[in-house]
Each structure stands twice: as structure tokens, then as C-alpha cells.
């Protein structure tokens, strides 16, 4: 008697399991909140360092994700997506051992600096092995075609962690001082560890690997169309104090909270449309909302407008990355998975680490408001070159 085919899971079973592999993502984001709103004022006020070099401390950490992304790649194509996320793990245990020992050298200032850089890059380089590594086991345990869902629970724990890390970690400090950051890092990653240990991964996939180039290049034309969208990301959460302050208003925090709000509920609500009309379709729509958004925080004559822009602007911006990640990730083959979500992933860092330096040069010559008319329209450029591989996807 043949065996009956199993019959096909149901998409909360599906969901069940992409939620348990990026549990591992929300634990390294939560790592990488907790000391986010703390470090600074750690780095200029006990340490004695400029507002520059505190702000450099923060940056390198990004810095670190954006270089390590190949190998992030390579390493999850190659080894496995289960041991990526493991040397990920151990990365953080490691950046929380370091982060301890700087504040216990706090005395020694400039020894102390360059040992939390050195946790910072750590905390960097394993952020990129878990966001490949993660997103690249679910689309190997549930199947390709749930790769907009993959991406996108992917984006809720991390956004989900930072949000709760960022206050979390301003509380332990209030409480327990700064020492407790370090261990709290390396608790974490070392119960992740420990969970992690029995879970069954997916196998590698043999075949052609494309060098990590060959895959950039394939990737380039749909994560450029996510550089222009996701600007207007950066300059919202750079800018949006100084903009408010510029207009004599209070209250910016508000804004970043009905950002992140509708950004989730953007994710949870209607990431499935991007499997049932497509990602170039869906991009498209998401790209329209983000731009009407950005508009209305130009031209926005109060604060109630302003967070009217700002939800839109969340909404909208957070399907653009699974949406295009779907038709990008189409260009590669199976076997050189883990090089293009880590190739795609460069351009939504390149999007965060420019949006600081131009839209600050616009402010300083244009004025804030026109941050986000720059933001727009750069949108909208994405949204054309969307258009352009729509048209070429199906010609």
C-alpha cells in the first residue's frame, strides 16, 4: 500500500515555525536595544569623549553589519543556516564579555573605548550572521514560496526587540549601572545557545554557488528600489526630534511610536497580500502610502498632521522590503540563498547610513521640513524603477 502524501500544513502551523527560528533574531535585536539609548551618554559623560566619537562608538556597530553581509552570506550557503546563527550567538556572548570589562576599565578611558568598540563590531558582524542566517532557515524549513512571510515575521522580532530593548536597557542602568549591560548580552545569547542546541536545521543545499558579486549584481536593480524607499526610514528616526524642535513643537517621541505601531500592524495585517498579488504589485502600493506619508510631514501645519504622515509612512514602508525581497530573492539560485539575503540586505544598511549625512546637508541648506520632501521624492524614484522591473519581469 503506497504511503499518502502529507497533507498541506495550515498556515498557522507555517507561521508557528517561522516564529520559532527568528525567536533567535528577536534575541539579538533585544541585545542590540538594550544598550542603544545608553551608550552614548555612557561614552560622552562617564568616559569623557565628544558627542562625535559617541555617535562613531554607535555607528560602528552598523558599520560592521554592512562589511560582514558577504561572509554572512557565504557562511550560511556553505555551512549551514543553524551554525550561521550559532557563531552569531557566540558574537554576542563575546560582545557582552567585552562590554563588561569596559565599564570595569571605565577608569582607564580611552582602554575602555576601544574594548566597547571592539564589543560594538562583535555585536555588528553577528546581527548580519543572524538576519541571513534566520530568514534563510525559514525559507528552507517552509518552502520558498513563503518568503514574504519569512521576511516579515523576520522584521516584527526585530523591531519588536529593539522597542523593547531601548527602555528596558534605560531602566537597568538606572538600577543596576552600566555593568549590567555586558551580562545581560552574554545571558541572553547563552540561553539562545542553550535552546538552539537540540533544533533540527534544514540541510545545505548543494549546487552552483554564485560568488557574492555575481549575486550583487543579480540583486542590485530591486535593492536599489529599497535604498530609495527606505530613506525615508532613516531620516524619520534621525530627524524627526530636530524636526519637531525646529517647528517648536513637543512631543517627537509620539511620532516614532505610531511609526513603529503601524509598521507592525502593517506586517501582522496584510503580509500575506504580498503571495496573493505579488511583490512587485504590493511594492508599488507600499511605495504610493510611504511617499503620501512623507508629504504630509513636509507640508504637515501641526502635530496631529504629523503623525498622520508618520503612520503612513510606517505602513507603507513595511512591506517594501519583504515585497521586493520576494522578487529579488527569484534571481538567484536555491543554493546561493543565504549571498542573496545578505546582498539585498547591504542596500536597506546603505539606506540607514546615508540618510544621516544627506538629509542633514538638506536641513542645514533647505531646512528640516524639506528632509522629508527629499525623502519623497526619492521615494518616488523607487517607486519608478519598481515600475521599470515590473514591466521587464513580465515583458
Known amino acids: 500500500m503506497s504511503a499518502q502524501p502529507l497533507p498541506p500544513q495550515s498556515s498557522l502551523a507555517i507561521t508557528l515555525q517561522i ?3 527568528v525567536f533567535y533574531t528577536f534575541i539579538a535585536f533585544l541585545c542590540i536595544g538594550l544598550p542603544i539609548a545608553v551608550l552614548p551618554g555612557y561614552v560622552h559623560e562617564q568616559l569623557g569623549f565628544s558627542a562625535v566619537i559617541a555617535g562613531l562608538v554607535i555607528g560602528s556597530q552598523y558599520l560592521a553589519t554592512l562589511l560582514s553581509r558577504p561572509m554572512a552570506g557565504r557562511m550560511s550557503d556553505t555551512l549551514g543556516t543553524k551554525r550561521a546563527i550559532i557563531y552569531g ?10 562590554t563588561l570589562l569596559s565599564t570595569l576599565l571605565q577608569s582607564f578611558p580611552l582602554t575602555s573605548l576601544l574594548i566597547l568598540i571592539a564589543g560594538r563590531l562583535l555585536l555588528g558582524i553577528a546581527q548580519g550572521l543572524i538576519g541571513v542566517g534566520t530568514i534563510s532557515w525559514c525559507m528552507g524549513q517552509v518552502g520558498v514560496e513563503h518568503t514574504a512571510k519569512s521576511i516579515g515575521w523576520n522584521g516584527i522580532a526585530s523591531y519588536g526587540a529593539i522597542a523593547i530593548g531601548a527602555p528596558l536597557g534605560v531602566v537597568m542602568v538606572a538600577e543596576y549601572g552600566f555593568v549590567s549591560l555586558g551580562l545581560a548580552l552574554s545571558a541572553l ?6 535552546l538552539i542546541r537540540n533544533k533540527p536545521s534544514v540541510p545545505v543545499i548543494r549546487g552552483e554557488r554564485l560568488s557574492f558579486w555575481a549575486v550583487f549584481g543579480k540583486i542590485a536593480p530591486y535593492g536599489t528600489s529599497l535604498t530609495l524607499a527606505s530613506i525615508g526610514y532613516g531620516t524619520l528616526t534621525t530627524f524627526i526630534t530636530l524636526y519637531y524642535l525646529n517647528r517648536g513643537w513637543t512631543g517627537a517621541a509620539y511620532c516614532l511610536t505610531v511609526f513603529g505601531v503601524c509598521f507592525i500592524l502593517s506586517r501582522l495585517l496584510f503580509i500575506s497580500a504580498i503571495a496573493r ?9 507600499c511605495m504610493s502610502v510611504e511617499t503620501v506619508g512623507l508629504v504630509m510631514l513636509w507640508l504637515a501645519p501641526s502635530t496631529a498632521y504629523a503623525l498622520i504622515g508618520a503612520g503612513l509612512a510606517g505602513f507603507g514602508l513595511s512591506l517594501v522590503y519583504p515585497a521586493l525581497g520576494v522578487e529579488a530573492i527569484k534571481q538567484v539560485p536555491s543554493s546561493s540563498r543565504g549571498s542573496g539575503l545578505g546582498a539585498y540586505a547591504v542596500f536597506f544598511d546603505l539606506a540607514l547610513a546615508i540618510a544621516g549625512p544627506v538629509m542633514g546637508a538638506v536641513a542645514l541648506n533647505l531646512g528640516y521640513s524639506w528632509i522629508f520632501f527629499s525623502a519623497a521624492l526619492l521615494s518616488v524614484t523607487g517607486l519608478g524603477l519598481t515600475l521599470v522591473l515590473k514591466r521587464r519581469a513580465t515583458s
Do not use: E, Q
Not at 554576542?92 to 567585552?98: E, P
Not at 545569547?189 to 542553550?194: E, I, K, N, P, S
Open 277 to 285: 498579488f505579488g511583490g512587485f504589485a504590493s511594492a508599488i502600493v
Open 189 to 194: 545569547a547563552a540561553g539562545a545557545l542553550w
Open 19 to 21: 516564529v520559532s527560528i
Open 89 to 98: 550567538l557566540w558574537g554576542i556572548v563575546l560582545s557582552g564579555a567585552l
